[in-house]
């Protein structure tokens, strides 16, 4: 069988670990050649065309597109990964705390998304995925501005998805339950006791474990695949049953 994606070109950000580089393994496996962005290039080999990127600054961004302008005149998938965490309540976080993620989280895929849709607009079948957050549906404690910049990018999924819907560039959004990546394992790092913090995350979530991030992967693959050509203005919850299921105790 030809492999989903043969001949297709898939732009990837955050691709240097976690879901990101999942994601990258995941679409090189199925035959496209992955753009891969990212501040480091983390665990990404050298079958990667790797361009170092700043998602939260203007000038990196541009910069990265001129490369990529080098490498391909058409991107078929977008994949809006990178985003960086935060922990507190809405008293603790600072100015500058609520700048910063927002200016990542959100932004940052609007600055990635708005030099890549030219580049899709010359796809066949265009797909964008965002990476939200259960976060973004769940009130989690501990998480306010994290959780609002998620909200956030459902928002933001749902308006993309109704501008370019007559141009035929497809825009969805994951959601996934706490998931089993490096940013994660610095969090319990910091915990006092990372054992029973991580058994915590795990229990919260109905199926008893962390998502792993070849399942957000696949499900980004789902989303992106041509043959989902109905798919679009979705918002899919990869949680293990987190957000939907209320189980006896």
Same mark, same amino acid.
């Given at each position: ?10 732009? =990837? ?49 541009? *910069? ?35 700048? *910063?993620?927002? *200016? ?14 030219? !580049? %899709?607009? *010359? ?22 501005? !994290? ?16 501008? !370019?819907?007559?141009?035929? =560039?497809?825009?969805?959004? =994951? ?12 969090? %319990? ?30 499900? =980004? ?14 918002? %899919? ?13």
């Amino acid at each position: 069988m030809t492999p989903r994606f043969e001949g297709k070109v898939a732009l =990837i950000t955050g691709a240097g670990s976690g879901i990101g580089f999942a994601a990258t393994r995941s679409f090189q496996q199925e035959g496209a050649k992955v753009i891969a962005l990212d501040l480091n290039k983390g665990s990404l080999n050298g079958s990667d065309s790797w361009i170092e990127c700043d998602i939260g600054d203007s000038t990196s961004v541009n *910069n990265a597109f001129q490369q990529i302008s080098k490498l391909t005149k058409q991107i078929d998938v977008l994949v809006n990964v990178a985003g960086i965490g935060a922990v507190g309540t809405v008293e603790t976080a600072t100015d500058q705390e609520w700048l *910063n993620v927002m *200016n990542v989280n959100v932004i940052g895929i609007g600055r990635v998304t708005r030099l890549a849709i030219p !580049y %899709l607009r *010359n796809s066949a079948s265009a797909s964008i995925v965002n990476i939200g957050s259960i976060a973004a549906t769940a009130g989690l404690p501990d998480r306010a501005v !994290y959780s609002a910049s998620k909200g956030a990018v459902n928002a933001l999924t749902l308006a993309m998805a109704a501008d !370019y819907v007559h141009e035929g =560039i497809r825009v969805n959004c =994951i959601n996934p339950g706490t998931a089993d990546t490096p940013w994660v394992t610095r969090l %319990l790092a910091e915990a006092k006791d990372p054992e029973v913090e991580k058994a915590r995350l795990n229990a919260r979530q109905p199926m008893g474990r962390l998502v792993s991030s070849e399942e957000i992967a696949s499900a =980004i693959l789902y989303l992106a695949d041509p043959a989902q050509g109905s798919t679009t203005g979705t918002i %899919l919850a990869v949680d293990g049953g987190m957000q939907g299921l209320r189980l006896r105790k």
